[in-house]
């Protein structure tokens, strides 16, 4: 298949281009590099720098392309962010899939694979937590995802889009080869910032050790990104005429951050300190996720559900990447404008 990935220069996008093509597709990057890396995008895809602002772009890019399907990854993810800036998260992750998803109908092209949250959870009634949860966002963040997905519903029914929504819970790890990684300014997930606090002998922020939690702090669903990209190009395969399909990705079981920051000593090997802070606006005390939906539907098993696999390729690429993805491309002949 021929595929746009949107936002294929940051974390997990990065991570699925390079899936998919050694899955046989053919991958095309739209992203503006205002939060990817260029050097995280696999030499083999055609690379386009350009935002999803510009309707004009992205139709030239589907026609000129020949893209069968669009996967949309591209947005903003701070959830403690959202809060204070509320605007930059709706106008991104809502406002600009709007403008996608106008621009895939004008171009003809009917597939989306679109890159969704567990923040659309909120406070969930029951754990672990099942697609058709009654959804309750408590973020900026979780709204706006939810937003998007109401639209991809809504350009479905009217335009007979096809479409599957993949709604992650906590993404981490690094490729097996230490390739590619996780590498955001500012970082704002747990196992990066612990890594980075045993990297620089500083300390990691604890939010919220009152929690009704067995240890006091927030339980999290960890789900390394290699199965969460393995899922995606399943996905792919699974699309077709009549699809409306949603699943959660998550490993079906928790650990809290005093467990995690454990996970990351032994895979250091370093005591890594920690200074406890007030609980964080929109963090709820549990979330797990129910995927029994995608392994029943798509065949799909995490093959690295260990927290401790998870932190040690987190490790492996932090300590190799003390700067992140800093060295440039000398082959600069794959980037389009």
């Not at 007979?160 to 590619?180: E, H, M, P, Q, W």
Request: glycine share 6%; charged share 20%; aromatic share 8%.
């Amino acid at each position: 298949m021929r595929i746009l990935v949107t936002g294929g220069a940051g974390y997990i996008g990065s991570h699925t281009v390079r899936d998919l093509i050694n899955s046989g597709h053919t991958v095309t990057v739209l992203d503006n590099l205002s939060k990817g890396h260029q050097e995280a995008v696999d030499p083999r895809a055609s690379f386009i720098v350009g935002n999803l602002s510009n309707q004009d772009l992205i139709i030239r890019t589907l026609q000129a392309h020949k893209i069968e399907v669009v996967m949309h990854f591209a947005g903003l993810t701070d959830v403690r962010e959202s809060v204070h800036e509320p605007y930059k998260y709706y106008f991104t992750n809502f406002s600009l899939t709007l403008n996608l998803l106008s621009a895939m109908i004008k171009a003809g092209v009917k597939n989306l694979v679109y890159s969704s949250s567990a923040a659309i959870y909120g406070n969930p009634d029951l754990i672990p937590i099942v697609e058709n949860e009654h959804p309750e966002p408590i973020t900026p963040y979780g709204r706006s995802k939810l937003m998007a997905e109401t639209a991809i519903e809504d350009f479905s029914h009217a335009y007979n889009l096809n479409y599957i929504i993949l709604r992650y819970f906590n993404v981490a790890g690094a490729s097996t080869d230490s390739v590619l990684g996780e590498d955001h300014h500012p970082e704002s997930h747990l196992i990066p910032r612990i890594l980075h606090a045993a990297q620089e002998e500083g300390v990691v922020e604890v939010f919220g050790t009152d929690y009704q939690t067995p240890d006091g702090t927030c339980i999290r669903d960890f789900v390394h990104v290699l199965d969460v990209s393995r899922a995606h190009v399943l996905a792919v395969d699974h699309l077709r005429p009549g699809i409306k399909e949603v699943f959660n990705i998550g490993s079906d079981r928790g650990f809290s951050v005093k467990e995690v920051i454990t996970a990351c000593e032994k895979a250091t090997g370093k005591k890594i300190g920690t200074i406890e802070l007030k609980r964080r606006v929109g963090d709820p005390a549990i979330l797990i996720a129910n995927s029994q939906k995608i392994r029943k539907v798509l065949k799909w098993l995490p093959l690295y559900p260990s927290i401790d696999t998870i932190v040690a390729h987190s490790w492996h690429w932090h300590s190799s990447h003390p700067e992140g993805h800093a060295e440039i491309f000398k082959d600069s002949s794959q980037i389009q404008h």
